[in-house]
């Protein structure tokens, strides 16, 4: 509220023509094979790599809605540029998407933006707009062009916070431009993911008071320890020496970062404190990576969807840290359960056939024991009978042949 109604804590504009200015009258070109950036002032530079020109963030008003005008002018004149190959955009705030400029660009300029973003450019009318979420990958011309986290945030009005996406680019496997961010893990995570990146296009001002801006902004300090982090080689400074967004004096980012950069001990000619227009070359450790098109395709993020951005990447962290838990826990469960239902099976047919088989022969063999039982008592009781009778027989004749009474 303070910066925006131009009040409050504001350092004092004696130091601004301490900026270092040097326009070229025009843009340099690199020899063949090498990479060059040009820094035109704030977060917008000209990257030219692998036979193409691409811009970061362009801002080339005189002044952006809520602070002071700009302090510095472009460091390359409009009107220098050659044909933009492709522009990448980190986020929506106003010091980085500045409607004017873009207004200024051919509507089929290449546009490489953050998730649901793409709709502001089709209202403009641009008609060749790429939209990526966080790891994805696009190719412009043969050269790759990643969007990578950041610890930032967005907004461009008064209920959209967090409503698109943020994050940075890295241009061809070979230069990271941070966009805004804080310090944080996720520095590292880019520099696992993208390792020898032979530059990184660092902040370092916007920053005080750091207690409050430090979870969105770095310090010089800061910026040094996350182009450690990244595993680059060499750190252009930006994000100074062009607008008032913070209350450090104007040109204490660039001194800080020196010092810092020294107390680390590195070679100070990978330190590229730009002037404003100022432009380096260097050869890439690698060639610019050029993989076709059709393997890297980007995953489309349905405008519909109602989540903010910040929870959607949190929520995509912990999806990604949970997935292997539960594919783990999905095999043991799936292992489990056969192990479970096939020795079950095999015990109930077991046991179906123990007890259908046995009972059926117990059956029978208790039938077979009755009717023997049954048919030996029948038998033995009808020899009985008969023996009886025949014996009785035998003794009346006897009797008779005596002449004995028979009856009683």
């Not at 106003?94 to 089709?122: I, N, S």
């Not at 980012?253 to 950069?261: G, T």
């Not at 059709?294 to 903010?308: C, I, T």
Request: include cysteine; aromatic fraction near 8%.
């Amino acid at each position: 509220m303070s910066v925006t109604w131009n009040g409050g804590v504001r350092p004092c504009l004696g130091d601004a023509d301490l900026i270092p200015v040097r326009r070229q009258g025009g843009l340099p070109r690199p020899e063949a094979g090498r990479t060059m950036v040009t820094w035109v002032g704030h977060s917008t530079f000209v990257v030219q790599i692998g036979g193409l020109t691409i811009l970061t963030d362009p801002v080339w008003s005189r002044k952006i809605p809520g602070v002071r005008g700009r302090l510095t002018p472009p460091g390359v004149a409009w009107s220098d540029l050659p044909k933009i190959d492709a522009v990448v955009i980190s986020h929506n705030h106003y010091d980085h998407l500045d409607a004017p400029t873009v207004r200024r660009l051919p509507r089929d300029t290449p546009m490489f933006v953050p998730a649901r973003l793409k709709p502001w450019f089709d209202r403009r009318g641009f008609t060749d707009v790429t939209e990526l979420d966080w790891w994805e990958s696009a190719t412009v011309g043969g050269v790759t062009l990643d969007f990578v986290p950041a610890h930032h945030w967005s907004r461009r009005g008064v209920f959209d916070t967090c409503r698109t996406l943020w994050g940075g680019w890295v241009i061809g496997r070979s230069v990271y431009f941070a966009g805004d961010t804080g310090y944080g893990e996720r520095l590292a995570q880019i520099g696992e993911r993208y390792p020898g990146l032979d530059l990184a296009l660092m902040p370092v001002g916007g920053y005080d008071p750091h207690w409050f801006a430090k979870a969105a902004h770095v310090n010089p300090a800061e910026a040094v320890r996350g182009c450690l982090d990244v595993g680059a080689r060499r750190m252009a400074t930006m994000h100074w020496g062009t607008f008032v967004l913070s209350s450090e004096p104007l040109m204490v980012p660039v001194e800080q970062a020196r010092a810092e950069w020294e107390a680390h001990g590195l070679a100070r000619e990978d330190l590229w404190d730009l002037a404003v227009g100022e432009s380096r070359a260097f050869t890439p450790a690698c060639a610019p990576s050029r993989e076709p098109a059709e393997d890297k395709v980007p995953v489309p993020v349905p405008a519909s969807r109602r989540e903010p951005a910040r929870e959607a990447g949190r929520r995509r962290d912990r999806e990604a840290a949970r997935r292997p838990v539960r594919e783990v826990a999905t095999a043991r469960a799936s292992a489990a359960h056969r192990d479970a239902s096939v020795p079950a099976s095999a015990r109930v047919s077991a046991a179906h056939r123990d007890a259908s088989v046995p009972a059926s022969a117990r059956v029978s063999a208790a039938h077979r024991d009755a009717s023997e039982e049954t048919t030996s008592g029948a038998s033995a009781a009808h020899r009985d009978v008969r023996e009886e009778a025949t014996s009785g027989v035998s003794a009346a004749s006897e009797r008779m042949g005596a002449g004995e009474p028979v009856g009683g």
